[in-house]
């Protein structure tokens, strides 16, 4: 009786230990694989999940990779990309529905998950505002300004502008450091 290679089967049993122990029973780059399930169908994707995870050093940085970077690991095809961006997404909406509609100093955490996940895996500077209502709600998020790796320009009679045209009573002032490893730095305006 001939022995069936390892990696029969190895789709299903992935899936049902992720569904048994969810995040926790599994490696980053079997989080990874799972997602490439969707987008390659019938290919052994472990070497790829590997290589990405590998190439950006975590699960949030692969996700969170440019399209062309993505692109320079072999096998990554639109449709890769797509499932990662879809997932970032999703995660970005995720953390914004924790801070969306509420009083946002009193979810500081939230906050900060937030605005790391929305700006801390960028390759250029980015400076974002945070516009909060009289009661220290969050009324709008926008990206002000992209700038480049190390600098990003900021007009202060653009940030008033729009906070003049948003009604906001409060400005929470974001910016990120994509050629350091701090997280982004937050500045409240009252």
Known sequence: MTKEPHYIGHRKRLKERFM??????????????????LAVPRRDVKPMAKA??????????????????????????????IAFKMIREGALKL?????????????????????????????????????????????????QQEGTIDHTPVYPREVIKRALELGASALILVHNHPSATPPPAVMILK
Not at 25 to 37: G, H, K, Q, R, S
Not at 54 to 77: H, M, N, Q, T, Y
């Open 95 to 143: 953390s914004q529905e924790q801070i969306l509609g509420k009083p946002v100093v009193s979810s500081w955490q939230a906050l900060l998950d937030y605005c790391r996940a929305s700006m801390a895996f960028h390759n250029k500077e980015q400076f974002r505002i945070l516009f909060l209502n009289r009661k220290n709600i969050l009324i709008a998020d926008e990206l």
């Open 52 to 81: 990405l995870l590998e190439r950006f050093d975590s699960f949030a940085e692969v996700i969170s990779a440019e399209p062309a970077r993505l692109k320079e690991v072999s096998g990554v095809s639109d449709n890769v990309v």
């Open 20 to 37: 048994k122990g969810g995040q926790g029973a599994i490696a980053d780059y079997e989080l990874i694989e799972l997602l490439l399930f």
